[in-house]
């Protein structure tokens, strides 16, 4: 693993959002932000099923939760078991 300053806990890099390599966002009709999926690896492709992805729900143009994390594949984000 990687360090960030000297710290190598991987708690503590996710923490400082800086223990992913990668951040994908997938955005909805209105453009609101609709998933995050993260993941370690610099070039991971969406197919690998170490995605970390949260869900982002809307009351109207309101950010009203956030579900999540689920590990899985990024391509299947829309299926990954929420709520």
Known sequence: MEDAGGILQRDALIGLNSYWRIKLF???ASDNIEYMGCNAKQNAATSENTWVVWKFIYT???LTSIEGPITGVYDDRATLGWN
Do not use: P
Request: net charge negative; no cysteine.
């Open 60 to 62: 109207g143009s309101a």
């Open 26 to 28: 997938a955005y909805d």
